[in-house]
């Protein structure tokens, strides 16, 4: 596209052999001290960077977010992770060194882009080799192996694409990585271990050291992250019921049954939906932890309703022909957390929400009318809200 654009607007004698080959492209660009002005700005089809975010993407970004990975290391260029992880309502920012993967760290894992961002500072893109001479990009690469070193050392690496089809760019992670002594890598690409070693010889040398455990995973990478997601949110909702194990039991004078421990197949956005539930986060804002905190009362009145025949949905329940959310209210006042659950009319909402640790004043959260859902004006999320005892007697449970 963007040879096809120089050749129509400004050179038709450009070699043809250029056309196919993008590097080779850009150093023409370089050559001529236009790179930045023509090349980056003017012919790059950036709008080619801007489509909605895929599974994968969410998984990447919910990961960070929740800093269930100690990093992400990315050499693309767009900014769909970065969207994702605005969509669902977090501070989140892409870092461009070292430096500034540093300073974010408190709250979110780095994601580190050593190739440039569209979105931050567009004209320090990695193009063409040429570029690693340039004050700018060999700072940024530097610094980015120095952070690499001192924080990836001996973790397990998750490799999603086969790095990249770029000799340069191989050379530049090749050699960043080399020092950090992984102990195990697996990728995630489609290709053929023989194709896999030829576009990226040393990488795949370091991937099979002795001491390091390696595994090719033939499966599109947004496919295969999205089932790594819903295992970590399967996992993290188990977390949840088997905490109320103890509790549910000393309640209800029974022991639990372990089909009651198992969670539904669901897709990753209704898991999401669970876990944020379980956080007592509303639409609109981020699950932030990569574990439970003490949930043996949360976990009890899921086993609760469960006993009594409620069906798993994509958020909540259904029991007696209602439908319940339940969600994390601990330490917070019952009509102060309804008033945080005010969603946008098309979310999700349910009849009865069961606020687990919540405490009841009787004092109005707002002086706004309810609304009702899918009209104008916002729903106080739509239904009744109880705390666990009054759900327990309101429901049969």
Same mark, same amino acid.
């Given at each position: 596209?963007?040879?096809?654009? /120089?050749?129509?607007?400004?050179?038709?004698?450009?070699?043809?052999?250029?056309?196919?080959?993008?590097?080779?492209?850009?150093?023409?660009? +370089?050559?001529?001290?236009?790179? *930045?002005?023509? @090349?980056?700005?003017?012919?790059?089809? &950036?709008?080619?960077?801007?489509?909605?975010?895929?599974?994968?993407?969410?998984?990447? !970004?919910?990961?960070?977010?929740?800093? !269930?990975?100690?990093?992400?290391?990315?050499?693309? /260029? =767009?900014?769909?992770? *970065?969207?994702? +992880? &605005?969509? /669902?309502?977090? %501070? @989140?920012?892409?870092?461009?060194?070292?430096?500034?993967?540093?300073?974010?760290?408190?709250?979110?894992?780095?994601?580190?882009?050593?190739?440039?961002?569209?979105?931050?500072?567009?004209?320090?893109?990695?193009?063409?080799?040429?570029?690693?001479?340039?004050?700018?990009?060999?700072?940024?690469?530097?610094?980015?192996?120095?952070?690499?070193?001192?924080?990836?050392?001996?973790? =397990?690496?998750?490799?999603?694409?086969? &790095?990249?089809?770029?000799?340069?760019?191989?050379?530049?992670?090749?050699?960043?990585?080399?020092?950090?002594?992984?102990?195990?890598?697996?990728?995630?690409?489609?290709? *053929?271990?023989?194709?896999?070693?030829?576009?990226?010889? =040393?990488?795949?040398?370091?991937?099979?050291?002795?001491?390091?455990?390696?595994?090719?995973?033939? *499966?599109?990478? +947004?496919?295969?992250?999205?089932?790594?997601?819903?295992?970590?949110?399967?996992?993290?909702?188990?977390?949840?019921?088997?905490?109320?194990?103890?509790? @549910?039991?000393?309640?209800?004078?029974? !022991?639990?049954?372990?089909?009651?421990?198992?969670? !539904?197949?669901?897709?990753?956005?209704?898991?999401?939906?669970?876990?944020? =539930?379980?956080?007592?986060?509303?639409?609109?804002?981020?699950?932030?932890?990569?574990?439970?905190? %003490?949930?043996?009362?949360?976990?009890?009145?899921?086993?609760?309703?469960?006993?009594?025949?409620?069906?798993?949905?994509?958020?909540? /329940?259904?029991?007696?022909?209602?439908?319940?959310?339940?969600?994390?209210?601990?330490?917070?006042?019952?009509?102060?957390?309804?008033?945080?659950?005010?969603?946008?009319?098309?979310?999700?909402?349910?009849?009865? @929400?069961?606020?687990?640790?919540?405490?009841?004043?009787?004092?109005?959260?707002?002086?706004?009318?309810?609304?009702?859902?899918?009209?104008?004006?916002?729903?106080?999320?739509?239904?009744? &809200?109880?705390?666990?005892?009054?759900?327990?007697?309101?429901?049969?449970?």
């Amino acid at each position: 596209m963007c040879f096809d654009a /120089y050749q129509v607007r400004v050179d038709p004698h450009i070699d043809p052999a250029l056309r196919q080959d993008l590097e080779g492209l850009a150093e023409h660009f +370089a050559d001529l001290n236009t790179l *930045e002005a023509q @090349f980056i700005e003017n012919l790059v089809p &950036w709008i080619e960077f801007e489509r909605p975010p895929n599974p994968g993407h969410a998984a990447i !970004a919910d990961f960070l977010i929740t800093k !269930a990975v100690v990093a992400g290391l990315s050499s693309n /260029y =767009d900014k769909l992770i *970065e969207r994702r +992880a &605005w969509d /669902y309502g977090a %501070d @989140f920012c892409g870092s461009l060194n070292g430096d500034e993967a540093t300073a974010c760290s408190h709250a979110q894992s780095p994601f580190l882009k050593f190739h440039g961002c569209s979105h931050r500072d567009r004209r320090s893109t990695v193009w063409a080799p040429s570029q690693l001479n340039d004050p700018i990009i060999s700072d940024r690469i530097a610094s980015s192996r120095v952070w690499m070193e001192a924080n990836l050392r001996q973790k =397990d690496l998750l490799v999603v694409g086969f &790095w990249s089809d770029w000799n340069y760019l191989n050379q530049i992670v090749g050699g960043a990585i080399q020092g950090i002594a992984p102990l195990s890598i697996t990728v995630i690409d489609l290709s *053929e271990g023989a194709d896999l070693e030829q576009k990226a010889p =040393d990488l795949w040398a370091l991937a099979h050291q002795p001491q390091v455990t390696f595994s090719h995973v033939q *499966e599109s990478g +947004a496919d295969a992250l999205d089932e790594l997601r819903r295992a970590f949110s399967e996992n993290y909702l188990r977390q949840v019921l088997a905490a109320g194990r103890a509790a @549910f039991e000393a309640v209800a004078g029974i !022991a639990c049954d372990p089909a009651w421990l198992n969670v !539904a197949a669901l897709d990753s956005e209704s898991l999401y939906d669970w876990r944020r =539930d379980a956080e007592g986060v509303p639409n609109g804002r981020p699950a932030t932890t990569k574990r439970p905190g %003490d949930g043996d009362v949360l976990g009890c009145f899921h086993l609760l309703l469960r006993r009594a025949g409620a069906v798993q949905r994509p958020q909540g /329940y259904t029991l007696h022909g209602l439908s319940i959310r339940v969600i994390n209210g601990a330490g917070c006042v019952l009509n102060s957390l309804a008033e945080r659950f005010i969603e946008a009319p098309a979310a999700s909402s349910a009849d009865v @929400f069961v606020a687990v640790g919540a405490t009841d004043l009787g004092l109005p959260g707002h002086v706004v009318r309810p609304g009702t859902v899918g009209s104008i004006m916002r729903p106080a999320a739509g239904g009744q &809200w109880l705390t666990f005892e009054q759900a327990q007697a309101e429901l049969g449970v």
